[in-house]
């Protein structure tokens, strides 16, 4: 009689252990959001030091055209705003952040290119854009020659200055700083004439309140930037699920929306939104 006394405590005591786990404990939902949509979260690798693309706000908010699109596909893949985990995702650790499944997608000027397609499947391309140049409102640089003998900068471990340099003005003075921050800090006082990097970074700080009406994108095109959302290797079934998600996002008119609210205080003059799987070379 003791011992069926015990037996059925331990199996009361066993059910209240089940019901517990069934009820809290874990959440049931993977992190990284590798489910199919609904879970508990996802995790999406954004920048968050590009104004007008990734930029993690003074109150903890995030803004910018790569966050927009990437919570409208999040929309699409079943998950609401507040259930997605902006990830800092810095350029070089894109690949390895989506091998170790730290993020389940990346939405970071991620231009789609031969080499990392074969570490990376990518959705897309979202967005075309172009190595440019950034200068003031009232410079006389209209041409990338007009850039000998002036002071060009690009951040370190760039090849953008270098390829201007090399093609286009020779006698351009380059200036390698930390950040694009620097670089256009020092547009602004003068002691720079130019900045270049991808278009769509430039108008994104062009576009910032301090810096509204005080500079201008040369509008060059000195390369083909394609800007795709790269997934874990493999998984083919996110990227068909993502590039459904852009073509809504195009055809509803939520994609021109996000161009113009992020980059239109700099007249970025954007292209058309690139067909599914179309690369501009």
Not at 133 to 154: M, P, Y
Not at 210 to 232: H, R
Request: a negative charge; charged letters at 25%; glycine letters at 12%.
């Amino acid at each position: 009689m003791k011992l069926r006394k015990v037996s059925a405590a331990a199996a009361t005591a066993l059910v209240l252990a089940l019901t517990a786990t069934a009820c809290g404990g874990d959440d049931g939902g993977d992190s990284n959001g590798s489910g199919s949509g609904g879970g508990d979260k996802i995790k999406i690798g954004i920048k968050y030091d590009q104004p007008g693309l990734g930029l993690k706000e003074p109150d903890g908010s995030f803004s910018g055209f790569d966050v927009d699109v990437a919570t409208y596909v999040a929309k699409e893949l079943g998950y609401e705003p507040n259930q997605i985990e902006w990830v800092e995702t810095k350029s070089a650790d894109r690949e390895n952040a989506l091998a170790r499944g730290d993020v389940k997608m990346i939405a970071a000027t991620y231009s789609i290119t031969d080499e990392r397609k074969e570490k990376v499947d990518f959705a897309g391309p979202y967005l075309l854009a172009h190595q440019d140049l950034l200068v003031k409102a009232d410079s006389d640089i209209k041409e990338g020659t007009d850039l000998n003998g002036k002071k060009l900068c690009s951040v370190t471990g760039s090849t953008s200055a270098q390829n201007v340099k090399n093609e286009i003005a020779p006698k351009a003075q380059l200036q390698r700083l930390g950040g694009y921050s620097e670089c256009i800090a020092g547009l602004q006082s003068g002691a720079l004439d130019a900045v270049t990097t991808d278009d769509s970074i430039l108008a994104g700080f062009a576009s910032q309140d301090q810096y509204k009406g005080q500079f201008k994108l040369a509008g060059l095109k000195l390369s083909n930037e394609n800007y795709g959302i790269g997934v874990k290797k493999g998984d083919t079934e996110t990227v068909n699920k993502i590039n459904d998600a852009l073509e809504k996002m195009v055809s509803d008119g939520a994609w021109k929306k996000a161009v113009e609210e992020n980059f239109g205080p700099a007249n970025y003059k954007y292209e058309e939104a690139p067909k599914i799987g179309q690369i501009v070379q």
